[in-house]
């Protein structure tokens, strides 16, 4: 493969930076924008620097930020503005190259190899430039000639900062990282390399192919490679879609479930929901997963693929109901649930029905389904609910609210 040029550029403290661009008062204070405590919503979503100083993180609950730091300062989230940003710096990227490949609202990756406007350095500090003097933010940059490094690069060093891997330097400032800097090593992978005691990306780097393979089968030899400097994906045109591979949401309700009846009013709720996206996107789904998280903050999945593929809600929120009965023997209450739909199809394709299903009383589901969608499309969700969805508005399930991207399940790419 030609050599790339690779830009990663993340937005600093996004999140903060757009609330305290309203409020110029709040750069001076520690300051987080997170859930409400109240809704039991309780986690930091973005904080600034000074909150970060004091040893606040991302997706901790809020009473521990608050132990860190008792003068934290707590601000709902406004995702509405979150997306306008996102959506104006994005077109700002368009302006270098039509590869702009979003990861998140607040992270893009850019190709623009064979870029006639300046070096891949020159173009880096540029945009740092224009999203400070344009819209008012900062945003790190990172440059290399792949795109695990280019993420590398621009969480390297930040505020403000442009940082160059190349061929030539990438183990000097790659391998001493810890290999759960690495995209995609998560919790579960990085306690996995610990028992082989790789600690490192340059530990990652200095196995033995042969043996990562056998330990940790494909997924294991691709973050090899990665840390090698083998990684060929290539960035996607801003005009990519990719397809979905699942549709999903969960919620944390303002107060414990405490029987069978609360968790039925959330999962037609969310079942609700979801069939709605699923036919705003086109798909049926053929499998129905449950999340649950009790008030011990224990939490299980379970699945089960439907009789026949659906993206009628109650079709989705009666085998929610039947996963959760067996196997849920409620030794405490429950705090968070979730529905989450996999195996996804084109609703247009043709499907065998079952010979307990009734065409007619299909086609007449299908009617009421569609006439709900447009409804909802022009005047908003809640305009019209059905009987249970209104039972649980208010106790268990926000009004107006539907899962932001922080949440438990959402839709996966």
């Known amino acids: 493969m030609p050599e790339r040029d690779i830009l990663h550029v993340d937005q600093n403290c996004f999140f903060a930076s757009v609330e305290m661009q309203s409020h110029p008062e709040w750069r001076d204070i520690p300051m987080a924008v997170g859930g409400d405590s109240k809704l039991r919503h309780g986690i930091i979503l973005a904080k600034n620097r000074l909150a970060q100083a004091c040893g606040v993180k991302t997706a901790e609950a809020l009473w521990q930020a608050k132990q860190k730091c008792p ?34 609202l607040d992270e893009c990756w850019l190709d623009v190899t064979g870029s006639t406007y300046g070096t891949p350095r020159q173009i880096a500090d540029e945009i740092r430039e224009r999203v400070k003097s344009e819209l008012g933010l900062s945003c790190s940059v990172g440059v290399s000639f792949n795109k695990t490094f280019a993420k ?55 196995l033995s192919p042969d ?44 107060r414990d479930m405490m029987d069978r009846n609360d968790v039925k009013k959330v999962i037609a709720s969310l079942s609700a929901q979801v069939a709605s996206r699923l036919r705003k996107h086109h798909y049926r789904a053929g499998t129905v997963t449950i999340w649950v998280r009790d008030t011990d903050l224990q939490s299980y999945e379970k699945q089960r693929s439907l009789i026949s593929e ?36 084109d609703e247009s394709a043709m499907r065998q029905m079952t010979i307990f299903e009734n065409y007619e009383k299909i086609q007449k589901e299908d009617k009421v389904n569609s006439a709900l969608d447009t409804i909802r499309a022009r005047y908003g969700y ?29 839709e996966d790419l």
């Open 211 to 254: 043996f990562v393979l056998s330990a940790m089968d494909k997924n294991g030899y691709s973050l090899w490679r990665c840390a090698n400097g083998d990684d060929e994906s290539p960035v996607m045109p801003a005009n990519y879609t990719r397809e979905m591979k699942s549709i999903g949401n969960s919620t944390t309700t303002p």
């Open 382 to 410: 809640d305009v019209v609910l059905r009987g249970r969805q209104l039972e649980g508005k208010g106790d268990l399930i926000e009004k107006g609210r539907e899962d932001h991207p922080h949440g438990g399940f959402r």
């Open 71 to 104: 003068d934290l300062l707590v601000v709902p989230a406004h995702f509405d503005r979150y997306v306008y940003f996102s959506e104006r710096i994005r077109e700002m990227f368009l302006q270098y190259t039509d590869k702009v490949e979003p990861f998140g």
């Open 310 to 345: 659906t993206n009628d809600e109650k079709d989705i929120a009666a085998l929610a109901m039947e996963l959760f009965d067996e196997s849920y023997d409620w030794h405490a209450p429950i705090r968070s649930l979730g529905v989450r739909t996999t195996n996804l199809s």
């Open 152 to 206: 590398l690069g621009s969480d390297y060093k930040k505020p403000d900062a442009t940082t160059e891997i190349t061929r030539e330097n990438f183990k000097e400032i790659v391998w001493p990282l810890p290999v759960s800097d690495l995209l995609y090593v998560g919790r579960a992978t990085t306690a996995a390399f610990a028992k082989m005691n790789v600690k490192t990306i340059g530990d990652l780097a200095a």
